[in-house]
T-cell receptor, first 113, second 111 residues
Framework: EAQVTQNPRYLITVTGKKLTVTCSQN?????MSWYRQDPGLGLRQIYY???????DKGDVPEGYKVSRKEKRNFPLILESPSPNQTSLYFC????????????FGPGTRLTVL | RKEVEQDPGPFNVPEGATVAFNCTYS??????FFWYRQDCRKEPKLLMS???SGNEDGRFTAQLNRASQYISLLIRDSKLSDSATYLC????????????FGKGTSLLVTP
């Protein structure tokens, strides 16, 4: 089954404790992206990647890191999480040629205390 | 000013009604336009693309008005299952591969 998976689905952590949210897709997509969704602010792009080792900043990259060492994986790293990073995070993937036709993962709800 | 703007709603309509949402975009160079649907606490899912000539998929019609810089989504014969948030997205690959989503319009179809 074609899908985008994210882990963990739910996470409660404390300020400053480094964490990684994993994202994996099995569709051989070139394009992968991370978003956060907050009430009243909508879906905002954090980082995206056009292919292995090629990443770029979206609207709200501050406080986040990403890497794309393999085509299927695109982890999101929070080196020192803060409460304002409490949010619902979505990973998505697509073909680069149709990058706005995104397949989304189920989301990760992160709470930073 | 956000690049893509939508009326957040909610739009409350009875079953069977026709409802339309608009989405305005500020970048006149935008080339590609799509509508996504998001159910409560779920991931967004692609609903349909928006072609220059307009396109239809069953009860759904999407249109683009370049002169006024907006896209629209028309839903005919609304069903209870149409209740969701509808997000628009606009992009311009000439300026990179970033995606700008609107904040979404909430639709509630009532019996």
């Amino acid at each position: 089954e074609a899908q985008v998976t994210q882990n963990p689905r739910y996470l409660i952590t404390v300020t400053g404790k480094k964490l990684t949210v994993t994202c994996s897709q099995n569709m051989n997509h070139e394009y992968m992206s991370w978003y956060r969704q907050d009430p009243g602010l909508g879906l905002r792009q954090i980082y995206y990647s056009m292919n292995v080792e090629v990443t770029d900043k979206g609207d709200v990259p501050e406080g986040y890191k990403v890497s794309r060492k393999e085509k299927r994986n695109f982890p999101l790293i929070l080196e020192s999480p803060s409460p304002n990073q409490t949010s619902l995070y979505f990973c998505a993937s697509s073909r680069l040629s149709s990058y706005n036709e995104q397949f989304f993962g189920p989301g990760t709800r992160l709470t930073v205390l | 000013r956000k690049e893509v703007e939508q009326d957040p709603g909610p739009f409350n309509v009875p079953e069977g009604a026709t409802v339309a949402f608009n989405c305005t975009y500020s970048n006149s160079a935008s080339q590609s336009f799509f509508w996504y649907r998001q159910d409560c606490r779920k991931e967004p899912k692609l609903l349909m693309s928006v072609y220059s000539s307009g396109n239809e998929d069953g009860r759904f019609t999407a249109q683009l008005n370049r002169a006024s810089q907006y896209i629209s989504l028309l839903i005919r014969d609304s069903k209870l299952s149409d209740s969701a948030t509808y997000l628009c997205v606009c992009s311009n690959s000439n300026s990179g591969y970033a995606l700008n989503f609107g904040k979404g319009t909430s639709l509630l179809v009532t019996p």
